[in-house]
């Protein structure tokens, strides 16, 4: 069992910089694939970003990766993801999640373990 827990979010102006984070509990977070997710009002959740277990591999979306990085620090049991130059169409409530599969994957249903989101709101 993991449970996970965002924190980060807010309001920013269009441009600007956030980076969320997402503690998990147990002592297994490394044995996890990571990924960050959004779920725009009126739209399905949609993938952003994952990194291996190890944190030496990464992928991000097109719609984002020249603006947001992932990362992990195993010892701290934290996932990060660094969202720079943000534009209002990056609304979304931001949820992490853990997959236990070997590889990283970006459908949602085949992660195992999700947290409750943080809502991000950037301004025009």
């Known amino acids: 069992q993991v449970q996970l827990v965002e924190s980060g979010g807010g309001l920013v102006q269009t441009g600007g910089s956030l980076r969320l984070s997402c503690a998990a509990s147990?002592?297994?977070?490394?044995?996890?694939?990571m990924g960050w997710f959004r779920q725009a009002p009126g739209k399905e959740r949609e993938f952003v970003a994952a990194?291996?277990?190890?944190?030496?591999?990464?992928y991000c979306a097109d719609s984002v990766k020249d603006r947001f990085t992932i990362s992990r620090d195993n010892a701290k049991n934290t996932v990060y993801l660094q969202m720079n130059n943000l534009k209002p169409e990056d609304t979304a409530v931001y949820y992490c999640a853990a997959d236990a599969s070997t590889y990283y994957t970006t459908s949602p249903g085949l992660y195992d373990y999700w947290g409750q989101g943080t809502q991000v709101t950037v301004s025009s």
């Open positions: 990194i291996s277990r190890s944190g030496g591999s990464t």
């Open positions: 147990g002592r297994t977070f490394s044995s996890y694939v």
